[in-house]
């Protein structure tokens, strides 16, 4: 069982977080939120990317977590960047060995990330997706998301069941008419979690 939580809302996916890791075999940590966890554990330069600093008190007790219960963490590890939030922003390419530059911020997962959590994709018989890896809104920044929603058909296609939770990843998926290429589509991720 496979949970996949990326957007934005720091604070409200490190809670989520500690409920999943009860239940899912394997996480991959995306999106704004995956940035509070690269910095703080890792020490990787983020730029001006979203950091949840409460939010970075509990990471260290949810690795811990994780590990007792077994769970697989998935991080990106390369990140598309932006000089701002913007659909016109300058784009550039970061790894975690470099970090993100000051005045730029990651808005979209890398092509290694990409690949990393289309294979954990994969290997999942049943997936939980909510948020997206990227700001999928701007096309410069929509390739983690669509690349991720591709990894979610194939695996329905060899078997999966796969739950698409959350209005934004909703959107992502609609965006690409491929409602009905998935198991589940709720525009509502309170409630499918």
Known sequence: FLAILGGAKVSDEIQLIDNMLDK??????????AFTFKKTLDHVSIGNSPFDAPGSEKVAG??????????????????????KFDKDAKT????????????????????????????????????????????????????????LLEASIDAVKKGAVVIVGGGDTATVVAQHGAEDKLSHVSTSAATTL
């Open 24 to 33: 899912v075999n394997s996480l991959i940590i995306c999106g704004g939120t």
């Open 62 to 83: 949810l690795v811990e977590k994780a590990k007792k219960n077994n769970v697989k963490l998935v991080f990106p590890v390369d990140y598309v960047i932006g000089d």
């Open 92 to 147: 550039g390419f970061a790894t975690d060995a470099e970090g993100i530059p000051e005045g730029w911020m990651g808005l979209d997962a890398g092509p290694k990330s990409r690949e990393l959590f289309r294979l954990t994709v994969l290997e999942a018989k049943t997936i939980l997706w909510n948020g997206p890896p990227g700001v999928f809104e701007f096309p410069a920044f929509a390739k983690g998301s669509s690349s």
